[in-house]
């Protein structure tokens, strides 16, 4: 379901008005997404469901093939099976957290300590059955508080992003991310690669000891100006950081295989929304 053009249009004007002008200084770096209006996240929301689920109902419930676990929400929320501790945040019960902190009640499957569902096979089993509809109803109809969990996550990857650098290049990890900011489509990549690959500091999410998560997409930034170069660098380095992930995975999960939807997610960054 793709942002009607209004909200696109009114993400480029709010945006542009929050995020451009000169960048912080790299010691006072501000979160991308710290005054965003219900107009932007919307849009922004809307974004990422298109970006995750193609825009549809049913991709809000999927399991992925070579995954050991579903994937739920617009922004494909991770969600263990008992007995699978994954190397990857378990997001989903976060966010069924953050919803009951802001009083928003989700329906009873959601609640469960695990994932009720064991295996791929009984999930698609299963697609139709009243727990999945009635929890893809809830998620369709309540794309608002998704997005603004997704926008928290990025707030909070900040602060966490640049302390975990090495000392000698956190300056520069601050001031590509100022760069990157300026930009109205550089602000939704910032929040919206949190949520697609982690921040980057968690140290069971990487191969062979290389990350793939906004701290490496930062460090592997080439020297650009502020703005749309900064966004596009952006967009170049997290193809390079998730190819790096691709050689560097476990043969049997073939992550390959996701190769190219990965690199067109990163080359929405690179284009003015």
């Known amino acids: 379901m793709q942002a009607p053009p209004f909200a696109a249009l009114a993400l480029v004007a709010l945006l542009t008005a929050t995020s451009c002008g000169p960048a912080p200084a790299s010691s006072d770096v501000q979160p991308a ?18 970006n995750e689920c193609g825009g549809t109902v049913d991709g809000l419930t999927t399991w992925n093939v070579g995954e050991e676990f579903p994937s739920l929400g617009i922004g494909h929320f991770i969600w263990y099976p008992a007995g699978f501790n994954g190397r990857f945040n378990e997001t989903w019960p976060q966010f069924v957290s953050f919803a009951g902190k802001q009083g928003v009640k989700l329906p009873a499957v959601a609640y469960a300590k695990d994932c009720p569902w064991q295996t791929k096979a009984q999930f698609q089993q299963q697609f139709r059955g009243a727990q999945m509809n009635e929890l893809r109803t809830w998620l369709s109809r309540n794309v608002g508080i998704q997005t603004d969990f997704i ?3 990025s707030r909070a990857a900040v602060p966490k992003t640049i302390a975990a650098a090495p000392a000698a290049s956190r300056a520069r990890v601050k001031a590509n991310y100022d760069k990157v900011a300026t930009t109205s489509n550089g602000t939704y990549a910032l929040i919206d690669y949190v949520n697609f690959k982690g921040d980057g500091t968690k140290a069971s999410e990487r191969y062979n000891g290389q990350g793939w998560g906004l701290l490496q997409v930062l460090e592997g930034m080439k020297d650009v100006p502020a703005g749309q170069a900064a966004a596009a660098e952006f967009a170049a380095s997290a193809k390079r950081a998730l190819d ?3 050689a560097n995975s476990p043969k049997d999960r073939g992550e390959s295989r996701w190769r190219e939807g990965w690199h067109n997610r990163c080359n929405t960054y690179a284009r003015p929304l």
């Not at 965003?36 to 974004?47: E, M, N, P, T």
């Open 33 to 50: 997404a710290s005054n965003l209006s219900a107009a932007q996240k919307q849009a922004i929301g809307r974004k990422i469901w298109q």
């Open 151 to 153: 926008i928290a996550r």
């Open 244 to 246: 790096r992930r691709i």
